[in-house]
């Protein structure tokens, strides 16, 4: 049996605004949520791609969905390599070796990513927001 993940106030903030968007069931992006942050943080900042990541593996073990898979890349319109790694580390899948391997294989991880996103806005009203205390 895999621990539960305790989440940082910090998480936890981050926890409720996801859940909030995807209730409404919108995509945001990895800039416009670092920036939310309270302080602000850049959005390639290894403290901000493990809180996601750690928001991502909580939401599976807890809930069965990946809250993270509606932050994707303002510019290209894709989420990160590193959702693959942890989605598939969780789902106990091969990731991807390197970006080389998700570009040749991206029909099939793009699919997977669509697939994710779709079981979370059908699953996301049977989760409440956390308590921020």
């Known amino acids: 049996m895999t621990n539960t993940i305790s ?10 605004r996801l859940l909030s968007l995807a209730k409404l069931r919108q995509l945001t992006s990895y800039s416009e949520e670092a920036a939310r ?4 943080i850049l959005a390639r900042h290894p403290s901000y791609c493990k809180m996601l990541d750690r928001i991502n593996r909580y939401s599976y073990q807890e809930y069965g ?6 932050v994707k890349h303002k510019s290209s ?8 790694i942890a989605v598939c580390d ?3 899948h091969q990731s991807p070796k390197d970006k080389m391997d998700l570009k040749q294989n991206w029909q099939f991880y793009h699919s ?9 806005f059908n699953n996301c009203h049977n989760i409440d927001p956390l308590p921020l205390l």
């Open 112 to 120: 997977f990513w669509k697939q994710c996103i779709e079981n979370l």
């Open 37 to 40: 942050l309270n302080p602000p």
């Open 77 to 84: 319109d894709t989420v990160g390599m590193g959702f693959f």
């Open 65 to 70: 969905v990946f809250l993270a898979a509606i």
């Open 90 to 92: 969780a789902l106990k």
């Open 7 to 16: 989440l940082t106030h910090r998480e936890k903030y981050l926890f409720n």
